[in-house]
């Protein structure tokens, strides 16, 4: 049986486990911490010179990530984020304007997962902003942006 705060919220399972082990174990979303991630601006830089356009466009993403702690007391927040990578050397993806830097920008080494870890206190919020800039070939269609 699984127990939060004194509450009865389900049943799991759960394999064996030595004394002092260490173990993870996924007790689904609390409702009193709202995490909000959010697309702010999409902007496409069409330059053209001398009426031909240029041979790269370039797409600026402009994102917030927002937790809100809505509990009676202090929680430990890990906070994960797929940031683009580019497998194809034609296209350029560069991070900027970030406004907490992340813990680690390569988790447990897999690129482009970034973690933020921080305290946050009883009824507080905590923003993240960052700036996500794709330049590619102008006849080029990038996928999953």
């Not at 260490?22 to 601006?41: C, I, Q």
């Not at 034609?90 to 690129?111: A, G």
């Amino acid at each position: 049986n699984v127990f939060l705060g004194g509450d009865f919220v389900g049943t799991s399972t759960l394999e064996s486990v030595a004394p002092g082990q260490e173990f993870a174990l996924y007790m689904g979303s609390d409702e009193n911490v709202k995490v909000e991630r959010k697309l702010l601006e999409k902007k496409m830089d069409d330059v053209l010179i001398g009426g031909i356009p240029s041979p790269t466009k370039k797409v600026t993403y402009k994102y917030k990530l927002a937790v809100e702690n809505y509990k009676g007391k202090t929680i430990r927040v890990n906070l994960f984020d797929a940031i683009p990578v580019s497998e194809d050397e034609r296209i350029k993806v560069k991070v900027s304007q970030i406004s907490l830097e992340p813990k680690d920008k390569e988790w447990k080494k897999k690129k482009g997962v970034w973690h933020w870890e921080f305290q946050l206190p009883p009824k507080a919020k905590q923003e993240i902003f960052y700036t996500c800039l794709v330049e590619c070939p102008r006849d080029m269609r990038v996928e999953g942006l």
